[in-house]
């Protein structure tokens, strides 16, 4: 007879850099909670930057303090005083690597991932590359991309509005 097994707890991973996006993929998975997750584990992703020619980038730069920090503030951008509960209860993470190869991998023990999107669009999109596409492509589990503003006009953005889930 098999032993009893424990219930596998429900994980949505947030990918965060500090960007509105991101901050919005943040509230976002706080509000789907009851849908989707037990809890979220909030990800930053860091690298050391390429050197191209003769130029190299300074390596005393603390890269990983520096994504720890844009971490915390996203966090507390998000969830200001008196926000919901859950966002006390957000496990905040900070790896090196590339960052769809590590939602990617991350996805494999998720319920769902969340992202921002940067809203890098035609050539610049393409050269750049998106995350938010090669992470939905790739993912082991269902991939949502959130908006971190609604563009009204030239230059007017608004933040984009909570996700409300019927009780």
């Known amino acids: 007879m098999d ?3 424990t219930p596998r707890r429900r994980v949505i991973v947030v990918g965060v850099d500090g960007s509105p996006s991101s901050i919005a993929a943040l509230q ?3 509000n789907l909670m009851p849908l ?3 809890t979220i584990h909030a990800l930053a992703v860091w690298q050391h930057p390429i050197a191209f020619g003769r130029y190299s980038p300074p390596v005393e730069h603390d890269y990983e303090g520096l994504a720890r920090e844009a971490l915390d503030q ?3 951008e998000a969830f200001p005083p008196g926000a919901p509960r859950q966002a006390a209860d957000i496990e ?3 790896v090196r690597g590339l960052a769809v190869e590590v939602l990617i991998q991350e996805s494999r023990h ?3 991932v969340v992202v921002g999107s940067r809203g890098h669009g035609g050539f610049a999109g393409l050269l750049l590359g998106s995350v938010s596409s090669a ?5 082991q589990c269902p991939v949502l991309v959130a908006h971190g503003a609604l563009h009204l006009a030239e230059g007017e953005t608004t933040a984009l509005p909570p996700v409300r889930i019927p009780a």
Do not use: F, N, Q, Y
């Open 28 to 30: 976002l998975a706080v």
């Open 92 to 94: 905040r993470r900070v």
């Open 3 to 5: 032993a009893p097994s």
């Open 74 to 76: 996203a966090v507390t």
């Open 110 to 112: 998720a319920a769902m």
């Open 36 to 38: 989707a997750g037990d």
């Open 135 to 139: 992470l939905a492509e790739r993912a």
